[in-house]
């Protein structure tokens, strides 16, 4: 057999889905702005895309060139665009980006305790590519450096600390028997019932089957303590331990 030099494997990917719902480019930057610089360790260098499926009115090629350059400019990689199938711009052949399928994964949006300035025309989530697995314990012994991304099937138990700037996610619960410094996505495929339990709670993001919060919001309930993170009447509850 002839040794093809590659293998081709899936993978969970964390993208930010960037859902326009009308155009104005200067408000668009402005308040994209304010998301990353909440935690520009998520957003730096992170996979988009940007969804035009929600757009009141269309938008021309020359409007959606500007809208991907700056996006780009802000740190961000646009790696291809969505639309209403009904509803093709008639210049969609042109596009350089390739136009994506709507997707089946769960959309990550904020917390209903989270109050936080953002433009009704401009709404940023997170999605996690879903892939049908059966669900098994990982068991982590090092610590998560800043960059590295874990994902567990079931539930997830790290014996060490995880960094700012890394990112752990499951379809189960999290266990952090160290500080919890990046980011923690449990549920990822729904489960309300999924927890995130750590040591000392430092973390850059926190979600629980689509609902997040970030570092300013957890900082004002329980920072640097030992802390559970659960869903409560589909609001994320952060207590301490």
Same mark, same amino acid.
């Given at each position: 057999m002839t040794d093809s030099g590659f293998q081709l494997k899936g993978s969970v990917v964390t993208t930010i889905l960037l859902e326009i719902q009308? &155009?104005? #480019?200067e408000d668009i930057v402005y308040h994209l702005k304010l998301k990353i610089e909440q935690v520009?360790? &998520? &957003?730096?260098?992170?996979? /988009? /895309?940007?969804?035009?499926? +929600?757009? +009141?009115? =269309?938008? @021309? #090629?020359?409007?959606? *060139? @500007?809208?991907v350059r700056s996006v780009s400019e802000l740190g961000l990689g646009v790696i291809g665009w969505r639309c209403d199938p009904d509803n093709f711009p008639a210049w969609k052949a042109s596009a350089l980006l390739p136009l994506l399928p709507a997707s089946k994964a769960r959309a990550i949006a904020p917390s209903a305790n989270v109050k936080a300035e953002i433009s009704p025309?401009?709404?940023v989530k997170t999605v996690v590519e879903e892939? #049908?697995? $059966?669900?098994?314990? +990982?068991? /982590? @012994? +090092? $610590? /998560?450096?800043? =960059?590295q991304q874990v994902y567990a099937e079931g539930d997830l138990i790290i014996l060490a600390q995880v960094s700012a700037g890394a990112e752990v996610l499951a379809d189960g619960n999290i266990h952090v028997y160290g500080a919890l410094r990046g980011r923690a996505l449990a549920g990822v495929k729904g489960n @309300? *019932?999924?927890r995130i339990f750590c040591r000392s709670l430092e973390a850059e993001l926190v979600s629980i089957a689509g609902n997040f919060m970030l570092m300013d919001a957890l900082q004002k309930v329980v920072w640097k303590e030992g802390a559970q993170v659960f869903l409560a009447e589909d609001s994320l509850e952060i207590a301490p331990i």
């Open positions: 009308s &155009f104005s #480019l520009p360790y &998520f &957003f730096n260098q992170a996979p /988009i /895309i940007i969804d035009l499926s +929600k757009m +009141k009115r =269309g938008i @021309t #090629l020359e409007q959606f *060139e @500007t809208l025309d401009v709404v892939r #049908l697995v $059966p669900q098994v314990t +990982k068991v /982590i @012994t +090092k $610590p /998560i450096r800043s =960059g @309300t *019932e999924a």
